[in-house]
């Protein structure tokens, strides 16, 4: 574990950096967009690379060395960051240029994150995976927590360009923590074919793993409609309080404040407890917690009350994707986790942008508008979300959230997911030895 928890430090360093800028970011772009389009699209052109990544992945991940993917993620994130801070102190920085380093930073950071994934069954013991997951979201609540009340202080005093420096510290303390660790490489499979042939064997792989397990796949696809209603209302999320605030942002980095200290409870709560046996529980209940808490997001008008509904919502998040995690650490082969789960992630990445790059427009060219004052819509809910700006992003919040809720609940009837252990039974580490 001492292994974790060396990469875990710097990663939580590098993270509350990540964060500070992104939030900084979004306030600037706000500041000269006032439309939630534009940082949809920062999100969407983060993504897209990712799909590229998670096709190489798997090939690259079981065959380099790790920790050079490792260190090659935080390097490049950090080279992005000084690409942004120069365009702002020249004055040259614009939208698009955070498209561009959003997809540059992404394609690599997701690399890292593959990588990361596939390391934890060598890194660790089989019965700290849940443990382990949740410590990701413990990292997440207190990078949640410090980052948007950091850089909400920070942002009237330095500026964009103090925290963009700031960032760069913790990327240099991320790439020092992994460099001085042993990363394990898996015991690699005998390779027999040709480089051209293994590689599409290798693309193909992960493919043919799931098809023959569909009990996998049952998993995955419920775990991607709640990534797409997720993805779709993080999207508009902070421009949603902006327009409701008034945007004020202290409002903002109070919410996601909260969200981060929920977070940490619920990931500090699952890390000493270490989760059921049927870890399905936590993945479909958490799911629709998470959920139901931003369909109140929406619906609720008074920042006081987001400060709690934030929290629980918090809460919860670390619920479904630690168990969801586990549920894959345990079930699959590690020495294909590599390949297994840039499959995973593509299949992912292929959804996600067009829940992402909808969003936005969505926000504004048909939510915005039917609940404008006088419109018919506006008629019918402004009783419920108000009129005017920020009204129709609380409709679509509370929409999409009502949807997951109820397909998170029409999960516990799928007979697959009623007997996980009986379908799928865990690979047992033991083989490895054999």
Not at 22 to 42: K, M
Not at 294 to 312: C, Q, S, T, V
Request: charged share 10%.
């Amino acid at each position: 574990m001492l292994t974790f928890l060396i990469i875990w430090t710097g990663q939580l360093a590098s993270l509350i950096g990540s964060e500070m800028t992104n939030f900084a970011v979004t306030i600037w772009a706000w500041e000269i967009t006032e439309q939630a389009t534009p940082l949809s699209l920062i999100l969407f052109f983060s993504q897209i690379p990712r799909l590229i990544a998670s096709l190489l992945g798997g090939s690259v991940i079981d065959r380099c060395n790790r920790k050079v993917l490792l260190m090659l993620g935080d390097g490049v994130a950090g080279l992005s960051t000084i690409a942004i801070l120069i365009l702002f102190l020249t004055d040259h920085l614009a939208i698009w240029h955070l498209y561009l380093t959003g997809a540059i930073n992404g394609f690599f950071s997701h690399f890292q994150t593959l990588t990361l994934s596939a390391s934890l069954s060598l890194i660790v013991p089989k019965k700290h995976y849940t443990r382990v997951s949740a410590m990701n979201g413990v990292q997440e609540g207190v990078a949640y927590i410090i980052a948007p009340m950091s850089a909400g202080l920070l942002y009237s005093q330095i500026g964009l360009s103090g925290v963009l420096g700031l960032d760069l510290v913790t990327f240099i303390v991320a790439i020092a923590s992994i460099f001085f660790v042993h990363i394990p490489q898996p015991q690699p499979k005998p390779d027999n074919q040709g480089i051209k042939k293994q590689f599409y064997q290798d693309i193909t792989f992960g493919f043919h793993y799931l098809h023959e397990r569909p009990t996998l796949l049952i998993i995955l696809g419920f775990f991607i409609v709640y990534l797409l209603i997720l993805n779709s209302n993080t999207a508009i999320l902070s421009p949603m309080i902006l327009a409701r605030s008034g945007g004020d942002e202290t409002v903002l980095g109070v919410i996601q404040m909260a969200f981060g200290v929920g977070g940490l409870f619920g990931a500090t709560v699952i890390s000493i407890w270490g989760g059921t046996k049927r870890q399905i529980h936590e993945f479909l209940g958490g799911m629709a917690l998470q959920l139901g808490f931003l369909m109140l997001l929406g619906l609720i008008k008074y920042p006081l009350l987001w400060i709690a509904i934030a929290w629980f919502g918090g809460f919860f998040s670390l619920f479904p994707s630690s168990a969801y995690q586990a549920i894959w650490l345990s079930k699959v082969d590690p020495a294909v986790q590599g390949r297994v789960f840039a499959t995973r992630s593509l299949i992912i990445q292929i959804a996600l942008p067009f829940a992402i790059a909808t969003s936005g427009p969505l926000a504004d060219h048909i939510f915005a508008p039917a609940m404008k004052q006088g419109a018919p819509l506006a008629n019918l809910l402004g009783g419920i979300f108000g009129t005017g700006i920020g009204a129709g992003m609380a409709l679509q919040c509370s929409l999409l959230s009502a949807i997951g809720v109820l397909i998170s609940l029409f999960a516990y009837r799928v007979h697959r997911l009623q007997h996980l252990d009986t379908y799928l039974p865990d690979y047992d580490l033991k083989s490895l030895g054999s």
